[in-house]
């Protein structure tokens, strides 16, 4: 579900997507008004961000079935339609239109949505759900995460992430996270790397208001299990990140760096926004065995009341013997995004390993 760098993300869901999918109903249900569709679809299609076409594309649904009967006869249809459209953006409209107008059929909702999910992703649909009924959609979605289907047990995880981006919040369980354990438990040594990567970004979500109930979790499931000990670090990065000392030591990097830093340097000192950023470190290892260095930098961005926001960003993981010496880069575009803005000033730059501040440098951004 991506498109080039130049094109805007909702041109992807854009007229020819939905001429498609209008024709493809209209090819399974006669009585598919596709005229009508077509005239609530794209109808102010320019001003419409990509998930309010999604949305706009339920609405259309309905404009175009009235002649048939109900919900009941329009899921059928989107159904035999999903295996044909393709895993681009226009996917996600079956299970959205559910997710708006299947709420009185809860169990055949939810069970739609599993059918969906292997064709697209059902995770954004599956939260209304999940917010009309907490406790009964969690049933069902722990039986979802012993699937043999990897979507679907993906879809058991990343629906009910707590701070799902793109979505609103889950606050039952962003306020109690355990009640989403059953599903992570069954998913913790997950063979599928999709599946994995889901878990780990579920619990790095939880991390943001209940970093101990993960540590314990973590803890608990242990790192023995080589997929297990994947998702363990990866959803540990923002405690990583902050230098946590419990996170840092689950990964075997819980003492001190015992090193020499013989550079670190940020180049060029002076850059105008769009330019790329060359952030160069040299260590030497002074241990007298074996240490395990989990290494980032934290830029300091300038905001526009001219205080700092921080930002780490990861380097490396290295295990380095008595005498070891490293050397390696990282290049870094710095250009504005929709979650950052960039202002003119001094940029400090620090390298953490470890969790420790052990050398700093800056940049200045020139606008």
């Not at 001003?47 to 079935?65: K, N, P, T």
């Not at 295996?83 to 996917?91: A, E, N």
């Not at 009185?104 to 649909?125: G, I, N, P, Q, V």
């Not at 008595?322 to 003119?344: L, M, V």
Request: net charge positive; proline share 4%; charged share 20%.
């Amino acid at each position: 579900m991506t498109t080039s760098t130049n094109t805007p993300l909702k041109q992807s869901m854009g007229a020819q997507q939905l001429r498609t999918l209008s024709a493809t109903l209209a090819a399974i249900a006669p009585a598919f008004d596709a005229t009508a569709f077509l005239a609530c679809a794209l109808e102010g299609l320019d001003q419409l961000s990509l998930m309010q076409r999604v949305r706009r594309a339920s609405e259309a649904i309905v404009a175009a079935s009235l002649a048939m009967d109900g919900y009941e006869a329009v899921l059928p249809m989107l159904m035999e339609a999903a295996p044909k459209l393709g895993s681009g953006f226009v996917s996600l409209v079956a299970p959205d239109y559910v997710s708006q107008y299947g709420r009185h059929a809860f169990e055949r909702s939810m069970d739609a949505l599993k059918f969906f999910t292997r064709y697209s992703t059902s995770e954004f649909a599956v939260r209304t759900f999940l917010r009309d009924d907490t406790l009964r959609a969690l049933d069902i979605m722990q039986g979802w995460s012993q699937d043999a289907d990897a979507a679907v047990r993906r879809l058991a995880c990343e629906g009910c992430r707590p701070r799902l981006p793109w979505s609103f919040r889950l606050r039952m369980i962003e306020q109690s996270p355990e009640l989403a354990a059953p599903i992570l438990d069954n998913l913790r040594a997950d063979a599928s790397l999709y599946v994995r990567k889901s878990v780990a970004n579920h619990l790095n979500d939880v991390t943001k208001s209940h970093p101990a109930w993960v540590l314990e979790r973590a803890a608990l499931w242990g790192v023995e299990n080589a997929h297990t000990r994947w998702i363990v670090r990866h959803a540990l990065r923002t405690l990583l990140k902050q230098g946590n000392p419990q996170a840092l030591a689950m990964l075997g990097a819980e003492t001190a760096p015992e090193i020499i830093v013989g550079k670190f340097e940020v180049t060029p000192g002076q850059i105008i926004l769009g330019e790329t950023l060359t952030v160069a470190c040299q260590l030497s290892s002074t241990a007298p065995g074996p240490q395990k260095l989990l290494i980032h930098h934290r830029i300091g961005y300038v905001r526009q009341n001219q205080a700092t926001t921080a930002k780490v960003f990861k380097l490396k993981e290295v295990t380095l013997e008595p005498g070891q010496h490293i050397a390696f880069e990282r290049r870094q575009q710095i250009r504005d995004f929709t979650t950052r803005t960039h202002y003119a000033g001094r940029h400090q730059v620090e390298l953490i390993v470890n969790g420790q501040l052990v050398a700093q440098s800056f940049f200045d951004l020139l606008r």
